[in-house]
């Protein structure tokens, strides 16, 4: 298998690099919806946030937990992974493929904050500072590490329609 880890900040565009491989019929999972699944089926339900919580299950089943639920999912010969946050993550996943692609989705502390609060999603920063502190904690998962030693880096600074262009010019280079 050949898989593609994508990461980046949040707000970076990832979800725009899912929905060009998508459209290339590369099939993928995100991380985070992993998260979200877990935490929503918790009964008696969580008393904290998305982000507490998924920070409360790498503390008690290690850093690569998410990765490692991830995993059952992935079948094809060519794969995509969204989300990941730790080198142990991307240690977890390296066994599963013959070759592993790390691509990072850059784009900027402002544009990444407006993606945040107009996708209105229910883990959306109410203020800059909440913006901070996740930003703060993903860090301090090591998901920067990963970032500065991606393969690949993708910016998103310009028109979605370049991102968009760019993200699919990078996945047909990775699909051959």
């Given amino acids: 298998m050949r898989l593609i880890i994508v990461t980046g900040m949040p707000g970076a565009g990832k979800e725009e690099f899912l929905k060009v491989a998508e459209e290339m019929g590369i099939p993928f999972l995100r991380m985070g919806d992993i998260v979200r699944e877990t935490y929503h089926s918790r009964d008696p339900p969580c008393d904290v946030s998305i982000g507490e919580f998924a920070e409360a299950e790498r503390r008690k089943h290690g850093y690569d ?38 691509v990072a989705i850059h784009s900027s502390t402002g544009a990444r904050y407006e993606r945040l609060v107009k996708r209105k999603r229910d883990d959306a920063p109410s203020n800059i500072k909440e913006f901070e502190e996740r930003d703060e904690r993903e860090m301090g998962w090591g998901l920067a590490k990963i970032i500065a030693l991606a393969d690949i880096t993708v910016p998103n600074e310009s028109s979605l329609e370049e991102f968009r262009a760019l993200s699919k010019s990078v996945l047909e280079r990775l699909r051959k």
């Fill in 65 to 102: 937990i998410w990765a490692k639920r991830s995993t059952e999912r992935m079948k094809h010969n060519l794969f995509l992974v969204d989300g990941c946050r730790s080198a142990d993550e991307v240690k977890a996943f390296r066994p599963l493929a013959d070759e592993v692609t790390v």
